[in-house]
């Protein structure tokens, strides 16, 4: 029942609404873009933070381990007793730590999926969309300059555009993300 409601208020605010700018869609869905591989950077960041902890507690449960190796082979059961919690402690954590590692992983995976869809629709809404007038006369002339012999550059030949402009921008959010955690941290908010 509320979804037919839902779905009848979606209609009408839909059809109230002007229909978007092209140009304003295309850079809309240019910053989602944007976005999402800047997140995508900071889950690549979080995985090798989580990589690097498990590494740590992997050390920490061997460590444990020989310890209490060590002490039961003098006959030390206090330390063997504080050995085996230590390294129960830090055999649980390591378990946690794979867990989230591989959790991290496959989000990192979807969200690299997603990432890719949304390149794959901006590109495919850029060449639907129709030409204003700038892009009618540049490839007006273009047309022409074929017609005189010269060869007009594709996408491919001159790099991927839209991925140099977008690690371009993602460069410059998490600079200006850096620079901004600086300076909170620096007390300069």
């Known amino acids: 029942m509320f979804e037919r409601l839902r779905a009848a208020l979606n209609a009408a605010l839909d059809a109230a609404m002007p229909p978007p700018d092209p140009r304003d869609f295309a850079q809309q869905m240019q910053h989602a873009i944007i976005e999402a591989r800047t997140s995508l950077e900071k889950m690549q960041q979080g995985i090798e933070a989580t990589e690097r902890e498990l590494t740590a507690e992997r050390k920490a449960f061997a460590d444990a381990e020989r310890r209490g190796r060590l002490a039961a082979g003098i006959g030390d059961d206090e ?3 504080v050995a085996q919690r230590f390294a129960s402690k830090h055999g649980k954590r390591v378990q946690v730590l794979e867990q989230k590692l591989e959790a991290q992983r496959a989000e990192m995976t979807l969200a690299e999926r997603e990432v890719q869809e949304m390149k794959t629709q901006y590109l495919e809404y850029e060449r639907s969309r129709p030409a204003d007038e700038a892009s009618r006369r540049v ?3 273009w047309r022409d300059l074929e017609a005189a012999g010269l060869k ?7 790099g991927d555009v839209l991925g140099r402009r977008l690690d371009r921008a993602a460069r410059e959010a998490q600079a200006q993300a850096q620079l901004d955690a600086l300076k909170r941290k620096m007390g300069r908010s």
């Open 79 to 81: 330390t063997v007793s």
């Open 139 to 141: 490839d007006a002339a």
């Open 152 to 158: 007009r550059p594709t996408s491919s030949e001159g």
